[in-house]
Each structure stands twice: as structure tokens, then as C-alpha cells.
């Protein structure tokens, strides 16, 4: 079964810097749509960036865009989202889940991990 397990959040002052990881396994990694999603307390889940590791494509949120960049190392069935400049509304668990891809949605029936708690203060 498709299953991801995401690592690399933390604790950061806002303008700082995270990188998260993402480790797939039990699909083609090199012809899969990969999304990063999250979801703050009270808030309902939203999109974050997406990746189509066959060709590169990516799309992100208007809220993220020259901020975050997502990308992928197909040898080693990772995707990665590289976070700058952050802000304390950024703060949110971010997940790493099958999307369908354009536009950047996740798949119904993606299998959720845990995820990676990412807060910034301010």
C-alpha cells in the first residue's frame, strides 16, 4: 500500500528556515502526483504544494509562492519542501499525501501519516 512518512518539522522565529522530508513507499515513485497539505488548529485543511515526479511539475498556494519550493529525489523515493521566510500563520501540521495533480488536491482515499508539526513564532 501507498504509505509516506514525513520528518523535519520544528520550532522556528518567523523569517526562518525548515526543510521537510517526505519517504514514500509501495507505489512508482518516479510517476506519482506527491502534495504537501496542512492543517492548523481550527482550520480547515488546504493545499500547500504539489509535485508530479515524472516531469517536474509543481504548483504551489498564492499563500506560499517564492516562499516554499517543493522538489523530489526519485533515487530515493523522497519529496522535500523547502520553507523560507517564515510566518507564524505557516503554523500548521504539514502532511505528505497521494494528490491528484493539476489542480493540487489530495487523493479521497490518500493514507494520512502523522505528519510534521511546524510552528513559528513570531
Known amino acids: 500500500e501507498v504509505h509516506f512518512v514525513e520528518s523535519g518539522g520544528g520550532l522556528v522565529a518567523a523569517g526562518g528556515s525548515l526543510r521537510l522530508s517526505c519517504v514514500g513507499s509501495g507505489f512508482t515513485f518516479d510517476d506519482y502526483a506527491i502534495g504537501w497539505f496542512r492543517q492548523a488548529p481550527g482550520k480547515e485543511r488546504e493545499a500547500v504544494s504539489c509535485?508530479?515526479?515524472?516531469?517536474?511539475?509543481?504548483d504551489y498556494a498564492d499563500s506560499v509562492k517564492g516562499r516554499f519550493t517543493i522538489s523530489s529525489d526519485n533515487a530515493k523515493n523522497t519529496v522535500y519542501l523547502q520553507m523560507n521566510s517564515l510566518k507564524p500563520e505557516d503554523t500548521a501540521v504539514y502532511y505528505c499525501?497521494?494528490?491528484?495533480?493539476?489542480?493540487?488536491?489530495?487523493?479521497?482515499?490518500?493514507?494520512w501519516g502523522q505528519g510534521a508539526q511546524v510552528t513559528v513564532s513570531s
Open positions: 509535485l508530479r515526479t515524472s516531469d517536474g511539475r509543481t
Open positions: 499525501v497521494e494528490a491528484l495533480f493539476p489542480p493540487c488536491t489530495y487523493y479521497p482515499l490518500a493514507y
